[in-house]
């Protein structure tokens, strides 16, 4: 008994660890802060911007969200759909807006090990 409420426990901390990342990385979307978000960021990552979309390293992907946020500063983000945690992923949909108009924003992350970190991570017009 005791060795199935164990597992329940690690399961449903497994599950609850995701959901706290998805608050901080919406956190940190909300801050505008390229370093802090690619701090989430597998080594290299799907990375869209508008209208180009490529495999970037970290670093890189972190450059050029920079080049976002200071031509967009961040107004506001807001989580609009969380799909369920599926072989450990889950993606998020939000809504960014800047000071020069509102994006659509997608990730997605996984959980490997004790890990969860942004696969893909998209900004596209509304």
């Known amino acids: 008994m005791k060795s199935i409420i164990l597992l329940f426990a690690i399961g449903f901390t497994s599950m609850g660890f995701t959901l706290d990342v998805i608050d901080d990385i919406a956190s940190v979307i909300r801050s505008g802060n390229p370093k802090n978000i690619s701090n989430y960021f597998i080594e290299n990552i799907e990375l869209k911007m508008i209208d ?4 970037y390293s970290k670093q890189q992907a972190e450059m050029i ?3 976002f946020f ?3 500063p961040v107004k506001a983000f807001t989580v609009a759909h969380k799909s ?5 992923s889950q993606y998020v949909i939000g809504l960014l ?4 108009g509102k994006f659509r924003t997608f990730f997605l992350v996984k959980t490997t090990g004790d890990k969860t970190l942004v696969q893909q991570f998209k900004i596209e017009n509304v």
Do not use: C, S
């Not at 180009?52 to 495999?55: A, G, N, S, W």
């Not at 807006?97 to 020069?100: D, P």
């Open 65 to 67: 969200l920079k080049d």
């Open 52 to 55: 180009k979309e490529q495999v």
């Open 84 to 88: 369920e945690v599926k072989n450990g």
């Open 97 to 100: 807006e800047t000071a020069n």
């Open 70 to 72: 200071d031509k967009h």
